[in-house]
């Protein structure tokens, strides 16, 4: 059996299989029922979330020979070909390698062939702010006054750098990263069908690795499958990907909490023992207290709706252990501790991060320390009021 990638095998076919994008897919899917289909698109959004999928979905559905239609068969040829990247009439372009003028040129003269057996021409041009400006130009030549029968869908992952003049001749439609609870049930899903053995705690984690990209959720449930012989658990995902997991994370913040510098080097230690890398660590311990941060100011938040409610039971009272300004500090110290990670200072990795942990175990004492030359300075204030990180005028 030939081996297909995950992420190859489960391209979406059709609008509805598209995860967490229904918003496009409705407007699209309504478009093409009443015939209002329009001669440029424009796909933008992270990499990975659907934007190639969703323009040859739409493809399919113009030209399908049930076509136009919000629900493109699948069975037809003209389906069957742009499912397999051989039609005629459907062309991807990869704007990446061909950002050259005169590639604009062969494709303008190319414009004015009709389609050979689908309904319509289709350009699909990938990473369409990689052409070059005369390129551009060019292209806009052609968009300024398309034939009827041609339709160009452009993708990017950069909006900001497409012009203006491409952006006013298209629609725009922005595609979102996957949140987390809908791209573990893609995992599930996906999961299931391949008969995998897997855990709901390391789809989880896989979800939230990911950073809403479902391609990439989908590499990472490869290289986990070709690394683990049976069921595949939450340390198995801790294992293979180098990843924290939240319990790790909810213990390293319980230890700054209680200002426990001991252990918080203990954890340090075998987090890099077990071969954690430092520089994932502190990302994901970053991740953790910005969401500490979000559920300190509403833990109501859209954010949070990924988590079970254990898991969000465990943030907030963890969150509770804190004021916000004591969190920003948190913060504040773990992205110095990323920023020193990324500028080459030659440091040791460990040290650094030894000493970002140390920093956070103390925070207290550093404050209490401003607040003493503060005071010093100023009329006696009232006694502390025997919060965590000092009293209630140093609120961030
Ligand atoms: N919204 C989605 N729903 C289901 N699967 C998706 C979705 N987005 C991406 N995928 C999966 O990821 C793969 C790649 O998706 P696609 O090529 O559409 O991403 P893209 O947004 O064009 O990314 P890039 O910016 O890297 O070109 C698909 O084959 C599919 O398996
Ligand atoms: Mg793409
Ligand atoms: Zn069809």
């Known amino acids: ?62 030209n399908c020979v049930n076509g136009p239609t919000p629900d493109p068969c699948g069975e037809c040829d003209p389906c069957k070909e742009i499912t397999a990247g051989t039609s005629m009439d459907v062309l991807e372009i990869d704007a990446a390698s061909n950002t050259g003028v005169d590639d604009v040129r062969t494709l303008r003269e190319n414009v004015r062939y009709m389609p050979t057996g689908g309904k319509k021409r ?54 979102k990263r996957v949140p987390v609870k809908a791209l573990a049930g893609h995992l599930s899903s996906i999961a299931r069908k391949e008969g995998l053995d897997i855990e709901d705690g390391a789809i989880k984690l896989l979800a939230r690795k990911a950073d809403g990209s479902v391609r990439d959720s989908l590499s990472l449930l490869d290289q986990l499958t070709a690394f683990a012989s049976e069921k595949i658990t ?34 340090v230690k075998t987090i890099v023992d077990g071969g954690g890398d430092i520089r994932d660590f502190t990302a994901e311990l970053l991740e953790h207290l910005r969401l500490l941060m979000v559920i300190a100011t509403d833990e109501k938040s859209g954010e949070l709706l990924g988590f079970t409610s254990g898991e969000l039971d465990e943030l907030i009272r963890q969150a509770g252990n804190f ?62 009021s025997g919060n965590l990180f000092g009293p209630d005028q140093k609120k961030g």
Do not use: W
């Not at 801790?238 to 001991?262: C, E, P, Y």
């Open 1 to 62: 059996m030939s081996y297909l990638v995950l992420a190859r095998k489960y391209r979406p076919q059709r609008f509805e299989d598209i995860v967490a994008q229904d918003h496009v897919s409705r407007t699209l899917q309504n478009a093409v029922k009443n015939g209002r289909i329009g001669s440029g698109y424009l796909f933008c959004g992270p990499r990975g979330t659907g934007k190639t999928t969703t323009a040859r979905v739409l493809a399919k559905a113009l």
């Open 122 to 175: 289709i350009y699909i041009i990938d990473e369409v702010h990689r052409l070059s400006a005369a390129a551009f130009d060019a292209l806009l030549k052609t968009l300024e006054e398309p034939p009827p029968h041609v339709v160009f869908m452009f993708a990017t992952t950069e909006p900001g750098k497409v012009p203006q003049t491409i952006l006013s001749r298209t629609q725009k439609f922005d595609l």
């Open 234 to 267: 939450t340390e198995t995902v801790v294992a293979a990907l180098g990843m924290v997991d939240r319990q790790t994370l909810i213990d390293f913040v319980n230890a700054v909490a209680a200002h426990d510098s001991k252990s918080v080097l203990a954890m």
């Open 323 to 384: 004021k916000l300004g004591d969190i920003v500090r948190l913060i504040k110290i773990g992205m110095d501790l990323n920023r020193d990670l990324k500028s080459k200072t030659g440091l040791d990795e460990r040290l650094l991060l030894d000493v970002a942990a140390i920093k956070m175990a103390e925070l207290e004492g550093t404050i209490r320390l401003e607040e003493i030359l503060t005071r010093m300075k100023q009329e006696p204030a009232p006694p502390a």
